[in-house]
């Protein structure tokens, strides 16, 4: 079992930055056989995927957050990290953290970004 916590979200300006925290409760031996995701949802909408840092840490992307948004993982901490610059309107959502592996997943509960002037 994997407890997931995410925080760093808040309200900034669209071309602005935020950084996002996931922090996983558990063993540091779990946590690093996980791949690790960062999900967003606006109200309405579908959630859909954002950024993925696997155990290799291989790393993939949304195209719409490609050169802006930046995954990274310290396995030492239990810790995911998602760097967002230059941010616009549309990346206005709830993003969840998420850990999978052959056989589980765990979401967190969220965390509010909102883009606006």
């Known amino acids: 079992q994997v407890h997931l916590a995410e925080s760093g979200g808040g309200l900034v300006q669209p071309g602005g930055s935020l950084r996002l925290f996931c922090a996983a409760s558990?063993?540091?031996?779990?946590?690093?056989?996980?791949?690790m995701d960062w999900y967003r949802q606006d109200p309405g909408k579908q959630r859909e995927f954002v950024a993925r840092?696997?155990?290799?840490?291989?790393?993939n992307y949304i195209d719409s957050v490609k050169g802006r948004f930046t995954i990274s993982r310290d396995n030492a901490m239990n810790m995911v990290y998602l760097e967002m610059n230059n941010l616009k309107p549309e990346d206005t959502a709830v993003y969840y953290c998420?850990?999978?592996?052959?056989?589980?997943?765990?979401w967190g509960q969220g965390t509010q970004v909102t883009v606006s002037s």
């Open positions: 998420r850990a999978s592996d052959f056989e589980s997943e765990y």
């Open positions: 840092i696997t155990t290799s840490l291989t790393t």
């Open positions: 558990g063993s540091r031996s779990r946590f690093s056989r996980y791949d």
